[in-house]
């Protein structure tokens, strides 16, 4: 199956450029185009919120950081979108700017988007960003990744918190740990656990990333960057 996207921009100019980029890709179906919302997609005629529950990555373009930031909680917090994440199946909002300061993209990550890159990247740029996203990654483009990884007060866990939006807080511990190699017994020491409930959190887990076992969900957890990282922060 493809990629289904969604696309949010006030500029009817640049969707039908994003547009015109995917049917070239062959693999992106677009579901459906509009300006930036000013209330949840459900709300209006258009019949957006059948789309927004079918589609892997939305994007959300425009110039105003704070009306962009908006725009991601706003979509993040409907009804569709709350019952996706339940399951681990959410779409991830792409948030397409022209503003690369590091306060900008770090509002952005705080409001739920899993990639940042500036409208003037190029068609090839932007299509690999979408498929990175639809495949369960985060991306953020040149000139955008340095000051969000180098931003004041970001948390060490940060990018857990980007590729895996839909874990509690508990199973993102968990999944870290299971990434530096930690067996159940010790993991549950280390977060003074009952072994069961250690078990129970990692079910979870599984669920949620979409994998069979323990090594494919470590796979997962070392594609995103977490565990390697953190060896020499093991105690």
């Known amino acids: 199956m493809g990629v289904r996207l969604i696309i949010f921009d006030d500029d009817p100019v640049y969707r039908m450029g994003v547009r015109a980029a995917a049917e070239t890709d062959g693999t992106i179906t677009v579901l459906a185009e509009a300006g930036l919302p000013d209330r949840l997609p459900g709300a209006a005629p258009d019949g957006l919120s059948q789309f927004l529950a079918r589609a892997d990555v939305v994007l959300v373009g425009g110039t105003g950081p704070a009306r962009l930031a908006r725009t991601v909680r706003m979509l993040r917090s409907s009804p569709e979108w709350s019952g996706r994440l339940r399951t681990g199946g959410a779409a991830r909002v792409l948030v397409a700017a022209t503003d690369s300061s590091t306060p900008a993209v770090l509002s952005m990550v705080r409001s739920g988007a899993m990639g940042y890159v500036m409208k003037s990247v ?61 067996e159940n017994k010790r993991i549950a020491r280390r977060l003074v656990l009952a072994e ?21 969900a470590i796979v997962r957890a070392r594609a995103a960057g977490i565990g390697a990282e953190q060896k020499a922060a093991e105690v």
């Open 196 to 216: 069961k409930t250690v078990r129970n959190h990692i079910t979870g887990l599984f669920r949620k990333l979409g994998v069979p076992d323990r090594n494919a």
């Open 122 to 182: 190029s068609a090839r740029t932007l299509l690999r960003t979408v498929h990175l996203l639809a495949e369960g990654g985060a991306a953020f483009g040149a000139g955008v990744a340095e000051g969000l990884w180098g931003g004041i007060g970001m948390l060490p866990q940060l990018p857990s918190r980007l590729a895996f939006p839909t874990l509690t807080d508990r199973e993102r511990e968990i999944l870290e740990l299971l990434a530096l190699g930690w």
